[in-house]
């Protein structure tokens, strides 16, 4: 699965750079990601929120 969403991740930035709609260079920001269930409660319904241990 991480395999998976590694490729997922890349072909995604690919695209968004052909529509310049990102930068080259990805940033990485953890405190936002260790806080993404919290933060994803905010705008959608908790029961739809899967997270990954």
């Known amino acids: ?3 998976f969403e ?3 991740n890349k072909d995604l930035h ?3 750079l052909s529509m310049n709609e ?3 260079q990805m940033t ?3 405190e936002v990601e260790g806080k ?3 933060i ?3 705008y959608v319904l ?3 929120v899967r997270t990954i241990h």
């Open 6 to 8: 590694l490729i997922l």
């Open 28 to 30: 990485e920001c953890p």
């Open 1 to 3: 699965m991480e395999c």
């Open 14 to 16: 690919q695209f968004l």
């Open 46 to 48: 908790p029961s739809r």
């Open 40 to 42: 994803a409660k905010a």
């Open 22 to 24: 990102v930068d080259e």
């Open 36 to 38: 993404w269930e919290e």
